[in-house]
């Protein structure tokens, strides 16, 4: 076959190559990316909220306060929010607070005090009174100073006695008390920098009505201490004092006349 034909047939073949391939397509194309839907923004609101850890008791400043967005589905109705009161921050400050905020927890007035109220009536559980009791700032009545707000104690009252045996003067101790819970030691109403140890002159002990009037008696005649509780025993009703065991008295006969004599 002469040359010529056999480029001619050889432009024929790429051309019909070139042609199926153009009418197959090629390879196929990729399949579209999915487009992402975006969620709508939830709407916002902005809360009061405190700037960093407060104790309770402590006076609420401005710096201790900040606004904070806030979800509207989450937004409690005891919350202060800006929409409502624009002034919030200004009006809660200096206030106290009746129990202790983590750093952005909403501030709500039921967890406030104002200064024109008082904090220890706050503070005070429904249907208790506080009484306070004279203790020594040497702890030699109050565990050793270390008892702290909060605690849960109970209370022994040591007393004089005019034994009627021998007519003498003896010393004796009771628990008058127990599971009590203590509200202040001096003007400390809270663990304050971490301290362990805690020194006043007075314990301000919640109790009800009933106890206040027998802490108050059993101390115009006798000596009150304090005997700290274990948390674990907080709660917990107290062994019962041991039974005494009866005696008897005793007849003694000394030339013919006989005598009682207690053992």
């Known amino acids: ?38 969620a709508p923004p939830v709407p916002m609101t902005d809360v009061l909220v405190a700037a960093a850890d407060m104790p309770m008791g402590q006076v609420l400043r401005a710096a201790d306060l900040r606004w904070q967005p806030w979800p509207d589905n989450a937004v409690n109705a005891g919350f202060v929010t800006r929409k409502s009161n624009p002034k919030g921050l200004e009006e809660t400050t200096g206030a106290s607070a009746r129990s202790g905020f983590l750093a952005g927890e909403p501030i709500r007035a039921q967890k406030l005090v104002r200064p024109e109220s008082g904090f220890m009536a706050a503070i ?27 605690d849960h104690v109970d209370v022994i009252r040591t007393f004089h006695k005019i034994r009627k045996s021998d007519n003498r003067d003896v010393q004796l101790s009771e628990t008058i008390l127990t599971d009590i819970r203590v509200l202040a030691i001096g003007q400390l109403i809270q663990e304050k920098n971490g301290t362990n140890v805690v020194t006043g002159e007075t314990a301000t002990l919640a109790v009800t009505p009933s106890q206040a009037e027998i802490l108050t008696l059993a101390g115009r005649d006798g000596v009150l201490s304090l005997s700290l509780r274990s948390l674990a025993d907080a709660g917990q009703p107290s062994e019962p004092p041991p039974a005494e065991t009866p005696t008897s008295d005793l007849t003694v006969v000394r030339f013919g006349v006989a005598r009682q004599q207690t053992p």
Not at 141 to 150: C, K, Y
């Open 1 to 38: 076959m002469k040359p010529a034909r056999l480029a001619v047939l050889g432009i024929a073949l790429a051309a019909g190559s070139g042609a199926a391939f153009l009418m197959s397509g090629g390879d196929p194309a990729p399949p579209p990316t999915p487009m992402k839907a975006e």
């Open 124 to 150: 005070l559980p429904p249907g208790q009174r506080a009484v306070a009791i004279t203790t020594d700032s040497r702890g030699t009545n109050s565990a050793g100073g270390f008892i702290l707000p909060n």
